[in-house]
Nanobody
Framework: QVQLVESGGGLVQAGGSLGLSCAASGSIFSINAMGWYRQAPGNQQRVLVATITPGRRTNIADSVKGRFTISRDNAKNTVYLQMKSLEPEDTGVYYC???????????????WGQGTQVTVSS
């Protein structure tokens, strides 16, 4: 059994900052990419915010470059998202993502957290 548990999020005024964290636990052999996706209100699609590889190579959406920072602690199987200069357009449910190889195998597969709400008021 593999779980991704998110923490952080909440309500903040425009221009403010928030931090998210996500810890993977359970029967994990290895983790490849980890990251965050956002689902905006009224939108069914989850949009990439940022991802990071075990070697800390990052892929960050243009809309948040320079404002959001993704990092990870490989020893703790945890990924972080530091968000600053938040805008109302950043509002949504943020889902943690990890590409995990379970100890039982047989291959890497995507796992998702339960989602955490981020609301930025204008």
């Amino acid at each position: 059994q593999v779980q991704l548990v998110e923490s952080g999020g909440g309500l903040v005024q425009a221009g403010g900052s928030l931090g998210l964290s996500c810890a993977a636990s359970g029967s994990i052999f290895s983790i490849n990419a980890m990251g965050w996706y956002r689902q905006a209100p009224g939108n069914q699609q989850r949009v990439l915010v940022a991802t990071i590889t075990p070697g800390r190579r990052t892929n960050i959406a243009d809309s948040v470059k320079g404002r959001f920072t993704i990092s990870r602690d490989n020893a703790k199987n945890t990924v972080y998202l530091q968000m600053k200069s938040l805008e109302p357009e950043d509002t949504g449910v943020y889902y943690c993502y990890a590409d995990i190889l379970p100890t039982a195998g047989p291959a890497y597969r995507p796992y998702w957290g339960q989602g955490t709400q981020v609301t930025v008021s204008s």
